[in-house]
């Protein structure tokens, strides 16, 4: 596995390579959603193709006072990882290596950045695509992998490749959970045992407003009263939003119709969660 730390080495590699690369963006603290991107990524890479890794906690997506400091940079872990997963090039910058102190342009999505997650951290998008912009341009790659348990985050950078002419494909990968519904999330190793066990209440709160549509309820208001009350019945949750959206425009939704997603955050205990569930 090949190991790059400066922008200028990414920009001379990607220049240099023949092979269709794939790439999954990530901020490290690797675990079993992120194997299963890289998963995808081997795939996607064909015979002969290049699976690249970024390992990036990107100061411009933090909002003032939230967890940049203390996000996990476990770096050996990450780059074991990458190693048994068989990746071929990990790309590790510095921040130095990425943003000019003087740096003075953006890439801004203006419509589905606007509710849900963007609503509650004001820039967080804005910097998603600034950085996926520069790791695109600096790596060049023909597919970029995401999650789907950052839905919104996934729907902003398709637009920011359709809107702006990224000649990249963006793939999405279905959640991974663990065995009792949790998604797997870098920030679950935030939660102390007993919150651990209540950050299931997302999984459960998802679940129920679904039954509660299988049964024929199409009322927004029900469904997402439903998903709440679930929330607040564990001790140390407490709900940022829950909200019915349409799968591609985000729209809020008023009643039940094909392509509804139920999108919801949820604070246990400090450590904020977010999930997310096609329920028609
Ligand atoms: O999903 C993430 O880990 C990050 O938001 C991303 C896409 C790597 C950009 O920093």
């Not at 092979?19 to 490290?28: D, E, F, N």
């Not at 998903?227 to 709900?239: C, L, N, P, Q, Y």
């Amino acid at each position: 596995m090949k190991i790059i730390e400066t922008s200028e080495g990414a920009y001379q590699h990607a220049l240099g390579r023949r092979a269709r690369s794939v790439l999954v963006p990530t901020m490290g603290a690797l675990h079993r959603g992120h194997q299963e991107l890289i998963r995808v990524a081997r795939e996607q890479a064909r015979i002969g193709g290049e699976v690249a890794v970024s390992i990036f906690v990107n100061p411009l997506q933090f909002e003032p006072g939230s967890d940049f400091q203390k996000y996990p940079r476990p770096e050996r872990e990450d780059e074991k990882v990458c190693r048994e997963a068989g990746v071929d090039l990990l790309f590790r910058p510095r921040a130095e290596e990425m943003y000019f102190r003087d740096r003075s342009v953006y890439v801004e999505e203006t419509s589905l950045s606007m509710g849900l997650c963007g609503a509650s951290r004001p820039g967080h998008f804005r910097g998603v695509c600034t950085v996926v912009t520069k790791l695109f341009n600096l790596l060049m790659p023909k597919v970029a992998v995401f999650g789907e348990k950052d839905y919104q985050q996934l729907a902003i950078i398709r637009r920011m490749v359709r809107d702006l002419n990224f000649p990249v494909a963006i793939v999405g990968v279905p959640t991974v959970r663990d065995a009792d519904g949790l998604a797997l999330s870098s920030r679950n190793r935030y939660l102390s045992a007993e919150e651990r066990a209540q950050a299931t209440v997302l999984r459960h709160a998802a679940l129920a407003a679904e039954r509660l549509a299988q049964g024929g309820e199409i009322s927004a208001s029900k469904l997402i009263d439903m998903a709440k009350d679930v929330i607040t019945s564990a001790g140390s949750a407490r709900v940022d939003y829950v909200s019915l959206i349409d799968a591609e425009t985000l729209e809020p939704l008023q009643t039940l119709r094909p392509k509804a997603v139920l999108a919801l955050a949820v604070f246990i205990g400090g450590t904020r969660l977010i999930d997310n569930l096609r329920i028609a």
